[in-house]
Each structure stands twice: as structure tokens, then as C-alpha cells.
């Protein structure tokens, strides 16, 4: 042991080192740490470069650091709809229920009714077909099942008259499991919510142009209408051949049966090469579900298509539509035809009024509301859809299941209402959130939004008449001018420090498409958190740039509008400067701003739409 020294002042003993070995030593030591943050950096950086979402626009690659999870999606839609000769249809498969109460399952005899004559109604179109086994050859055996439900259908009285009945009705669709074959060819093209206001502010266009024409029935006259093509996807040959067995019968099945994996891209890939073969169409490249001759546009979303041109070529399209598919009934079609007339396309209603066109949800507020209190009680009627308190952490108990499927319903019903309402975005992204684990907490919020939408049931959202070159706050020389606002909260959030982005797009002063997204990393300063969203704000920016473009025929200024002034001067300049958190990738902003595809403008925080989606609101 060292001998302690005998007074305090004394020095300690010490142990003499070899220099050579002590400097070989600390040599190590260093090498060891500066190995060990190298790695850690490294590491960091990974998962950093993991989270950048790479977003392809026709051939353009651009780099966000958004979610895109809860962004509505619009390729859920139901090709399963069939038309119904009520005529002749069994008298046993109607019901006297009144129409707001849904009749109870009926017997199995009713059921094997349904059944058969749904598989009369398939063989004489032809989509099936009864074999003997010995025909048979080589054909793959597809499993099938009959969905059965209560539909509201026009009965036709002795005396001629119509009238709502519940009707029982049978549906045969395909059973396939992804699990069994593994496929990447059964993606198939939907239309999006980013462009679902290009046509309608297409046709205020053109009606501000030719007022006079629009409630006569002038050749030149505008028209924004909508057709729904009727078996849709039973119009469609099998890709191989393929057999089922129904009741004790064999039948080759000739057309895809609805929910086939195959069946949507088919009916797309068939529709797409009769419109461009027929009617002399070309598709937009950046949205394939968006196409335009010289006489009008069209969206097409499965079997559902809006168009807008000239009332003269209208006609003629019905008319070869008709010969085609099935479009026999006035209800598969509709036109607006002047003031307080009304369409329907994808889950929204489209009025005319003087000013313009008013978007009204198709799931009407009271309907949400009369969902909630049946499961949840009453909910007071409250000024704000959330407070602060929704961005803190929810350490509740869970719901149950049944108590979470109603939560969910209710949550994805007013993601529709979202699209069109900027100021549920932000309280619905944060829903959106806790959809998978529903909790108590989560109940006391949703409770306060709906409380809201008590108060706002009789919000609506307005397309104003386009006034050539002038938006909201910028004017150019063009006629077309698109302002993105851009915003972030800067980890706003007290349990997750991830911020949020706020992308609010108008044309023409007019609204197209709003989001409100949760960035994918913690930024490390508001600077680096508005530079996210700008970037992710300026990639929906380009997109819809384009398909305006496409749709309009002419070119389109686009604003980019920002109140950070440390964001608006990274996007300026060349470089990342003294910024050192922030990937390379992001900065491609930099190019399309250099380039003069897009306008950078400061405007105050006042004044940038935006920040409705990136906080909650206040009562004023």
C-alpha cells in the first residue's frame, strides 16, 4: 500500500510511468471513444435516413420527412353495387319494415331464394355459365361465397307507382387470401382527394365565361355531371379460366366476380383502353385516373366518372357509355343544370348555388352525431373541436371491443368530413392516432368534436367564382394561381416531441386539398421542423401543379408561402450553410426554388391558413 504522507503539505508519493506506453495507452483509449461515437453517429444517421419518404411524380423523385398513414384514401370503394329489375324479383324477398329500421335476418329458405336469384341474374349476363364435369378441362377452382344484407330498392307497385322497400338481396363474390399467392400486379389506379376540386373549379371557369348558357339548353353550354357504371367489374373477361361450384352445380365463370384480387386493375385497365380507343382521350401521367380530349375532362374513380365540357359532346358520351355498359336508369347519371341543382360524386354532394358550388358531406353531421350519442350519451354542443389537452399523454384504460369498433366508425366518418372542413384537420390526425387502441380519454375528446359539429353543423365549404390571375393574397398575370401555405408546431406534442406539418393549398382564392401530418423525426429547432413542412407542402404543391395544369390546359403560378423567415432563407440559398441536422435529400426545395417553379412569399402568421391544422384552436 502508498505510504500516506505525514503532514498535508507533504507530496504524495507517486508511481513513475513509462512515457512510451503511457502515450500508446491514451492512444488507444481515444481511438476506442472516437470508434464508439463514430458508430453511434452512424447509426443516428441511419435511422434519420431511414425515415425520409421518397414521393415519385410522374418521373420526378422528391424527398419528405411527412406520414402519409392517415391521409385519406379513396381506393376503398365498393364495385359491388348491381342493377335490380324489382319487377321481377320473388315478392318474398321484400320487406314492410319501416325505412329507418333495418328488418331482422330472415329464415334460410328466404336466403336460398336470394341465392338463386342471384345466380340467375349472373348466367344471363353471362358472367357464368352451368358445364357438365366433363367440360371441365383446365380451369383453376375459385372458392366463392354469397354476401347477403337489406338494401333500400325502388319496389314497384300493381298500380305502376315506386316506392322505398327493404329488399333481401344475395351477392356472390370471389374468395382469394393474398396469404396463398404472393402478387405485385394487383395494384390498381383510384382517384385522390388532392384533385377532387380540379373539375368542379373547371366548370365555375367556364360558366363565369358564358353566364347566359348555363340554365338553357345551349350546344356550347358547360356541364359538370356524373355517371355510375352499373357491374363494373363484371364487364371484364377472366385473365385464365376458372370454375366454381354453386348449390350442387359446376359453372365456368367467364367475367371477374367482384372482390377478386385482379378485378379492379381489369376494370381500369379495360375502361382506360375503351375511352382512349373510342372517344380519343389522353391520360395525365402524374394522375392516370384524370384524362381530356378537345371537348371535356373526366375523372374516373372505378366505375364512377365526372365529367365536365361541352353539353353537346355530354350526350354523345352517355350515348356511347350506354351501348357499352350498363347505364340504363336516370339515377346512374346527373348534371347540374343551374342554381339549387346537385350531383353526388364519391361520398359528397356537389350544390350549385349563386356564388359558386357548395361541398356538402354525404354522411350528413346528424348522422355522426346521432352515432356517437347511441354508444357514448349525449355530447354538449362546444365552440372548439379540441383544447390543449389532446396533446398531452393518455395513460387511460382501454376500450372495449365493441365500444372500439363505434369509436373507429365514428372517427372514419368524420375523416370524411375532414376533407373538406380545414378545421377538423388537426383534431382528427390526432384521432387518427388512437385509432388502434381507443381509450376512455380518447372517448372525453371525441365527445368535445362532436359537441362541435353541433355547433358547425351548418358549416359547408365554398367554391367561389374564379377570377382569372388573383388568389387569396397573391395575383399574377396568368389565369390560374395555385398558394400553398405552409406551417409546423414545433413538438407541440408533451408525450410524442415529433412536430406537425400543415399543407393548405387555394386556387384561384378557391380551396383545393388540405393536410395535417406528423413529421417522422424530432426536429431539433423550429427552423428544421418549418423546413419539413415546407418541403412536404411544395411536394403536394408540384403534384397538383401538374394535374391543374393538365386539366386546364394552360400554365399555372404557384406560391409558396411561409411565416418563417429562418425556413424561407435555407430554401433561398445553395447549401446547407451552418445547418447540420438536416438531410441532404431535403433540400431539393433549394433547386425548385432557383429554378423558378415555385414563388417563395413571407406572410405573417395571421394571415397563413395553415396554422389551422398544426395546433388547436382557440375559441376566437
Not at 64 to 77: A, C, E, K, S, W
Not at 92 to 110: R, T
Amino acid at each position: 500500500m502508498p505510504i500516506a504522507p505525514s503532514t498535508p503539505r507533504a507530496a504524495a508519493p507517486t508511481r513513475v510511468h513509462d512515457v512510451h506506453s503511457d502515450e500508446e495507452s491514451n492512444d488507444a483509449k481515444c481511438a476506442r471513444v472516437e470508434s464508439a461515437k463514430k458508430q453511434r453517429l452512424n447509426r443516428i444517421s441511419q435511422e434519420y435516413s431511414a425515415q425520409i419518404r421518397a414521393v415519385k411524380i410522374a418521373d420526378d423523385v422528391f424527398h419528405t420527412m411527412d406520414g402519409y398513414q392517415i391521409d385519406l384514401r379513396l381506393d376503398d370503394h365498393d364495385m359491388d353495387d348491381e342493377e335490380i329489375a324489382s319487377g321481377a324479383l320473388p315478392k318474398e324477398l321484400w320487406s314492410d319494415n319501416p325505412l329507418g329500421q333495418k328488418p331482422d335476418d330472415p329464415s334460410h329458405e328466404i336466403d336460398l331464394l336470394a341465392d338463386q336469384v342471384e345466380l340467375v341474374r349472373l348466367c344471363e349476363m353471362k358472367v357464368i355459365e352451368e358445364v357438365h364435369d366433363d367440360d371441365l378441362k383446365d380451369e383453376e377452382q375459385l372458392t366463392t361465397k354469397s354476401v347477403r344484407d337489406w338494401r333500400v330498392k325502388d319496389f314497384i307497385c300493381e298500380d305502376g307507382t315506386t316506392t322505398k322497400k327493404w329488399l333481401r338481396r344475395s351477392r356472390l363474390v370471389a374468395r382469394e387470401f393474398s396469404f396463398r399467392e404472393k402478387r405485385n400486379d394487383t395494384y390498381s389506379l383510384a382517384t385522390s382527394t388532392h384533385i377532387l376540386n380540379l373539375l368542379p373549379m373547371l366548370y365555375l371557369q367556364k360558366i363565369s365565361e358564358m353566364p347566359s348558357c348555363e340554365s338553357q339548353m345551349h350546344p356550347k353550354q358547360t356541364v359538370l355531371g356524373t355517371v355510375d357504371i352499373k357491374d363494373a367489374c363484371l364487364m371484364v373477361d377472366q385473365v385464365k379460366p376458372m370454375a366454381v361450384t354453386l348449390l350442387s352445380s359446376k359453372y365456368r365463370v367467364r367475367k371477374n366476380l367482384p372482390r377478386q384480387r385482379l378485378a379492379a386493375k381489369a376494370w381500369y385497365m379495360h375502361f382506360h383502353e375503351t375511352l382512349s380507343k373510342d372517344f380519343g382521350f389522353e391520360w395525365c401521367v402524374e394522375q392516370p385516373c384524370i384524362a381530356r380530349n378537345e371537348h371535356c375532362c373526366i375523372m374516373v374513380h372505378v366505375d364512377d366518372v365526372m365529367f365536365c365540357g361541352d353539353r353537346a359532346y355530354w350526350d354523345v358520351f352517355l350515348k356511347g357509355l350506354k351501348q357499352m355498359y350498363s347505364i340504363s336508369h336516370s339515377i346512374s347519371h346527373s348534371q347540374l343544370e343551374g342554381v339549387d341543382t346537385e350531383i353526388q360524386f364519391l361520398k359528397r354532394t356537389l350544390r350549385r348555388v349563386p356564388s359558386g358550388l357548395a361541398l356538402l358531406p354525404f354522411t350528413s353531421i346528424a348522422k355522426v352525431i346521432h352515432g356517437f350519442e347511441t354508444y357514448f350519451g349525449k355530447a354538449r354542443p362546444q365552440t372548439i373541436p379540441c383544447d390543449s389537452s389532446i396533446q398531452t399523454e393518455d395513460l387511460s384504460a382501454s376500450l372495449n371491443s365493441a365500444d372500439a369498433y363505434a369509436f373507429g366508425s365514428v372517427v372514419g366518418t368524420v375523416l370524411y368530413l375532414a376533407r373538406d372542413r380545414p378545421d377538423l384537420l388537426f383534431t382528427v390526425k390526432e384521432f387518427s392516432a388512437s385509432m388502434s387502441n381507443p381509450t376512455l380519454t380518447a372517448v372525453a375528446r371525441l365527445r368535445k368534436l362532436v359537441g362541435y359539429l353541433k355547433t358547425t353543423s351548418g358549416f359547408c365549404m365554398m367554391l367561389d367564382m374564379p377570377v382569372g390571375g388573383q388568389g387569396k393574397l397573391k395575383a399574377t398575370e396568368k389565369h390560374w394561381i395555385l398558394e400553398s401555405y405552409s406551417d409546423s408546431d414545433w413538438s407541440g406534442h408533451q408525450a410524442n416531441p415529433r412536430s406537425t406539418s400543415c399543407g393548405l393549398h387555394m386556387l384561384n382564392g378557391s380551396f383545393v386539398y388540405a393536410s395535417s401530418r406528423t413529421q417522422r423525426v424530432v426536429s431539433l429547432s423550429s427552423c428544421e421542423a418549418e423546413l419539413h413542412s415546407m418541403v412536404s407542402c411544395l411536394c403536394d404543391g408540384i403534384y397538383r401543379k401538374r394535374c391543374i395544369q393538365f386539366v386546364m390546359n394552360c400554365q399555372v403560378e404557384n406560391y409558396l408561402l411561409v411565416d418563417s423567415s429562418s425556413a424561407r432563407q435555407i430554401a433561398l440559398r445553395l447549401g446547407p450553410g451552418k445547418l447540420k441536422d438536416v438531410a441532404g435529400r431535403m433540400l431539393w426545395i433549394q433547386q425548385a426554388v432557383a429554378e423558378g417553379s415555385v414563388q417563395l412569399a413571407q406572410v405573417g402568421t395571421t394571415w397563413n391558413l395553415s396554422d389551422l391544422g398544426t395546433k388547436p384552436l382557440g375559441g376566437n
